[in-house]
């Protein structure tokens, strides 16, 4: 299967460019390739993916994925694709976000497998100790600026200016190809279409310090059908750590692709074969009311990034805000999902020992104003019958007490079916 990985790329959606020679390279049997990530956050995030899904395939075609987190590189920055410079990091916070990196890069590789395990490189090990002098005598020396003047990635950005920092990053990176080259026998690197200048620049230094031959593969750089970037949402960056993104905000964001971007992401984000793909694309193509594509990618991407258990939870929480969920699902909440995914609908904290002596339902609704605006209108929303207290339907005389804490501290107040309202009991 080791000669298989080009042709993975290609009905996947993932091949944007590759150096002329790497089918047949690969196809002379396992090889060495890697990525390398920037450690600017102690989280990667679903933009992230593309990358990470590469190696993943890259694995399952029988070769060993080496993941590069740049411990140096992050302290000098990558001008490419961006507009300005970016603040750098000092060296404790770098290694935090190195190791937080790692743990989150194992839920999708395999670093225990017997035959071609993956293994992660952080570029400070080999860089800490090489000084300014040895680093242009031996490397730069090799590249000239002409040749690192002519990338894109350089260019985009002389009319705006560029610092020398940011203008070396080319040679750094490059210098990673050649070491992991040399000492690893990575033959093979791989990125964003974003990265082809650094990749190659990386290939031509082996060629030129090593004479060696190196590849360059890249994937495209995803966009959503309407042309809007991909892994962002209204809050943001839609992040792989639960403590930046809920599970459930996480679920949610892939569920709410739109029928035109699901069948690719699916493709891209999904390890199931090419005939089942093409059976849920079908079925999706036939009947896209239902969501069934969506769905399914919802499930396997949050199952992969956060588990199960996680998964469950995200699921119930759908349930509750959008189907017809009882109070034993509620009940089924732990407080991390209540606060996760009851966050930025109007909430109230109410001393438990008042609800323990119980408190009418018109006024908590209108408890200090934060839930309705008064009891007037509670008791209006109570008189159209328009009121739940923990899924269920309550009248005018309802008395909120103890037995309605829920987790052993929340109450879900609805009026209606999208309007919520979050008591925590203090």
Request: aromatic share 10%; hydrophobic share 40%.
């Given at each position: 299967m080791a000669n298989g990985f080009i042709d993975e790329l290609r009905w996947r959606g993932l091949l944007q460019d590759s150096m002329p020679g790497v089918e047949e390279h690969l196809a002379k049997g396992p090889q060495k390739g890697y990525i390398g990530f920037d450690p600017t956050a102690d989280s990667l995030h679903v933009g992230n993916l593309v990358q990470i899904m590469l190696l993943v395939h890259f694995q399952r075609a029988g070769h060993k994925p080496v993941a590069l987190v740049g411990g140096a590189t992050g302290m000098v920055g990558d001008p490419s694709g961006k507009s300005s410079e970016r603040n750098l990091l000092d060296e404790a916070t770098l290694l935090h976000n190195v190791a937080c990196i790692k743990a989150q890069l194992e839920r999708f590789l395999d670093f225990n497998d017997p035959v071609n395990p993956a293994e992660l490189v952080n570029n400070y090990d080999w860089f800490k100790d090489m000084g300014f002098l040895q680093f242009i005598r031996d490397v730069g020396k090799h590249i000239t600026v002409n040749y690192m003047m002519a990338k894109d990635s350089v260019k985009k950005r002389l009319e705006t200016g560029i610092s020398f920092t940011e203008f070396s990053y080319q040679l750094v990176q490059g210098y990673d190809y050649y070491w992991l080259w040399k000492n690893k026998g990575c033959s093979v690197q791989m990125g964003g279409s974003d990265q082809w200048g650094n990749i190659t620049t990386g290939s031509e230094?082996?060629?030129?310090?090593?004479?060696?031959?190196?590849?360059?593969?890249?994937?495209?750089?995803?966009?959503?059908?309407?042309?809007?970037?991909?892994?962002?949402?209204?809050?943001?960056?839609?992040?792989?750590?639960?403590?930046?993104?809920?599970?459930?905000?996480?679920?949610?964001?892939?569920?709410?692709?739109?029928?035109?971007?699901?069948?690719?992401?699916?493709?891209?984000?999904?390890?199931?074969?090419?005939?089942?793909?093409?059976?849920?694309?079908?079925?999706?193509?036939?009947?896209?009311?239902?969501?069934?594509?969506?769905?399914?990618?919802?499930?396997?991407?949050?199952?992969?990034?956060?588990?199960?258990?996680?998964?469950?939870?995200?699921?119930?929480?759908?349930?509750?805000?959008?189907?017809?969920?009882?109070?034993?699902?509620?009940?089924?909440?732990?407080?991390?999902?209540?606060?996760?995914?009851?966050?930025?609908?109007?909430?109230?904290?109410?001393?438990?020992?008042?609800i323990s002596a119980g408190i009418p339902i018109a006024e908590l609704l209108a408890w200090e104003n934060k839930l309705l605006p008064s009891k007037g209108e509670a008791r209006r929303a109570l008189k159209e019958g328009s009121i739940a207290v923990n899924k269920v339907k309550v009248g005018e005389d309802h008395v909120v007490g103890a037995s309605d804490l829920l987790s052993g501290r929340f109450i879900l107040l609805q009026r209606g079916k999208k309007n919520y309202y979050l008591v925590k009991a203090v």
């Amino acid at each position: 299967m080791a000669n298989g990985f080009i042709d993975e790329l290609r009905w996947r959606g993932l091949l944007q460019d590759s150096m002329p020679g790497v089918e047949e390279h690969l196809a002379k049997g396992p090889q060495k390739g890697y990525i390398g990530f920037d450690p600017t956050a102690d989280s990667l995030h679903v933009g992230n993916l593309v990358q990470i899904m590469l190696l993943v395939h890259f694995q399952r075609a029988g070769h060993k994925p080496v993941a590069l987190v740049g411990g140096a590189t992050g302290m000098v920055g990558d001008p490419s694709g961006k507009s300005s410079e970016r603040n750098l990091l000092d060296e404790a916070t770098l290694l935090h976000n190195v190791a937080c990196i790692k743990a989150q890069l194992e839920r999708f590789l395999d670093f225990n497998d017997p035959v071609n395990p993956a293994e992660l490189v952080n570029n400070y090990d080999w860089f800490k100790d090489m000084g300014f002098l040895q680093f242009i005598r031996d490397v730069g020396k090799h590249i000239t600026v002409n040749y690192m003047m002519a990338k894109d990635s350089v260019k985009k950005r002389l009319e705006t200016g560029i610092s020398f920092t940011e203008f070396s990053y080319q040679l750094v990176q490059g210098y990673d190809y050649y070491w992991l080259w040399k000492n690893k026998g990575c033959s093979v690197q791989m990125g964003g279409s974003d990265q082809w200048g650094n990749i190659t620049t990386g290939s031509e230094l082996i060629r030129r310090m090593g004479a060696g031959d190196a590849f360059a593969i890249t994937s495209p750089l995803l966009t959503k059908a309407d042309g809007s970037k991909f892994g962002k949402s209204e809050g943001g960056n839609i992040w792989l750590d639960p403590k930046r993104t809920s599970p459930y905000k996480f679920y949610q964001f892939w569920l709410k692709s739109r029928d035109d971007d699901a069948p690719r992401f699916i493709r891209i984000f999904s390890t199931r074969g090419q005939e089942e793909l093409d059976a849920l694309i079908a079925a999706h193509n036939a009947d896209p009311g239902k969501r069934q594509l969506q769905k399914e990618l919802a499930a396997d991407i949050t199952r992969r990034v956060h588990g199960e258990e996680e998964l469950k939870g995200a699921l119930a929480a759908t349930e509750i805000l959008f189907g017809n969920a009882t109070t034993e699902a509620l009940a089924g909440l732990t407080e991390q999902q209540w606060l996760d995914l009851f966050d930025g609908v109007p909430q109230a904290d109410v001393p438990r020992e008042q609800i323990s002596a119980g408190i009418p339902i018109a006024e908590l609704l209108a408890w200090e104003n934060k839930l309705l605006p008064s009891k007037g209108e509670a008791r209006r929303a109570l008189k159209e019958g328009s009121i739940a207290v923990n899924k269920v339907k309550v009248g005018e005389d309802h008395v909120v007490g103890a037995s309605d804490l829920l987790s052993g501290r929340f109450i879900l107040l609805q009026r209606g079916k999208k309007n919520y309202y979050l008591v925590k009991a203090v």
